[in-house]
């Protein structure tokens, strides 16, 4: 069995694709899954974006909710490996969602509009991935428009995104003109063509120097892509895995998802150089894949499309050993033994029941209300896995119950919301009010229309001033008990009775941050 855990470790890759809204995620995701023959037309993959006009639909959002689940995770096969790519919500509001998944993946693809460059999203994700070193391989996608000039999207990568890059192809002319691109790691050009439905390239081995390249390409873009290619080996070193494994270096390709270009490469790029599942660090040490014994966290909880039913799907990434179907196993922050007697797996846009899942899977549990999100399952092992961080919400409202007699439904229905991580609840020091924070309007909506929904409570939101909300330590314990004493009113307590100060501005968090030396503010509850 070891062996076999160890074989079927190395064949996995599980990963993530990222970008701000319209960069060109889904249509990406799209391309890679017909490549590996999961789907066969385009098409397939519906974007899981709310419009922005939709924000008051919830027909669109129940209707976005049915779609996540179907593609939440898209596996397939492709040079012998199995290939799980875990989807993330393409809408800014539903950005925690996003977070979280990044908890559950061994490597990520960020994609770049290569007009718009760095966006405001793409800046916040990548500081997630840093926030663990994953391992990132960039995009730069949409060169059948008039784009930034590579270079300048490069630099511009360096700088906002803290990470040096190595372009591994690079494209010959870009918009009209975009002649194809230059693997500088194969050296092959690769032709590009306007909306090909078919998914082989036209490639041809050239050296640059060959003659048979000015011809191709035009005498005009033949020097200029020599001379970029001279200035990329003068001024980026040859590529370094273990930089990139490291999180330290992004290796940079170019295409056009739409048209199907460039994605080739990418995928077989990412097939020689991302990581199999990784060693995961726990409360107690780091477990490793190829350990004899499973074990597995929950990143998302979803709930079930059906209302009259409450059940949910659990999302369960598998860190080590084999995952059976219908074995017992602990559930550590609950400490009692559940069994799985129908657990799925996802295939491109269907799931089946699966016997058994390896390290880098991820398998769906139906779930009646047994799982948070971070909870931890082992072969008995008292441990927790880490690294399934809160962030700080940015918009804050008071819950206010509209309905006296069904207040039980409310706090039932707000509790297992915010336990799927729909929002964050907080609770005030003062009067014991309860309040939700979340980083998007539309998740107020979400909840309200669930709870109504589902549970049958109304509510309605009262919204708070507040901006930011810390999380709160201090080495000495008297000076943190003395500041929220000191700061009654900002001082709330997260659902795990963790201490958090609320900010009405980042001016005022600053002051208070200067004001108390002794006292560290955190904006993701992960700082111990
Ligand atoms: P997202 O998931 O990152 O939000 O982006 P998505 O794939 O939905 O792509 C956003 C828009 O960009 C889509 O157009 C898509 O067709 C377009 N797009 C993706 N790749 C390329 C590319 O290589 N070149 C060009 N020119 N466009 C690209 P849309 O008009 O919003 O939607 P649709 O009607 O085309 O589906």
Known sequence: MQTNIQAETARRRTFAIISHPDAGKTTLTEKLLLFGGAIQTAGAVKSNKIKKSATSDFMEIEKQRGISVATSVMTFEYDNLKINILDTPGHKDFAEDTYRTLTAVDSVILVIDCVKGVEEQTERLMEVCRMRDTPVIIFINK??????????????????????????????????????????????????????????????????????????????????????????????????????????????????????????????????????????????REVLPEEKNFSGFVFKIHANLDPRHRDRIAFLRICSGVFERGKFYHHTRLDKNVRFASPFSFMADSKSVVEEGFPGDVVGLYDTGTFKIGDTLTEGEELQFQGIPSFSPEIFKELVNLDPMKSKQLDKGIQQLTDEGVAQLFTLELGNRKFVGTVGELQFEVIQYRLENEYGAKCRWVPLNYTKACWITAENPVKLAEFIRLKGNQIAYDKDQNPVFLAESDWMLRMNQQNNPDIQFHLTSEFK
Do not use: H
């Open 143 to 284: 060169l059948d428009r008039e784009g930034r000039n590579p270079f300048d999207l490069l630099d511009e990568l360096e700088e906002k995104l803290n990470i040096r890059v190595r372009p591994m192809t690079w494209p010959v002319n870009m918009g009209s003109e975009f002649k194809g691109v230059y693997s500088l790691i194969e050296k092959k050009l690769y032709f590009f063509k306007v909306n090909k439905t078919k998914v082989e390239d036209d490639v041809l081995p050239i050296e640059l120097e060959d003659s048979l390249l000015d011809q191709k390409v035009g005498d005009r873009d033949a020097a200029q892509l020599r001379e970029d290619v001279e200035l990329i080996e003068g001024v980026y070193d040859t590529f370094d895995r273990q930089a990139y494994l490291d999180g330290k270096l992004a290796p940079v390709f170019f295409g056009s998802a739409v048209n199907n270009f460039g994605v080739k490469e990418l995928l077989e790029g990412f097939c020689d150089i991302s990581p199999e599942p990784i060693a995961r660090p726990t409360d107690k």
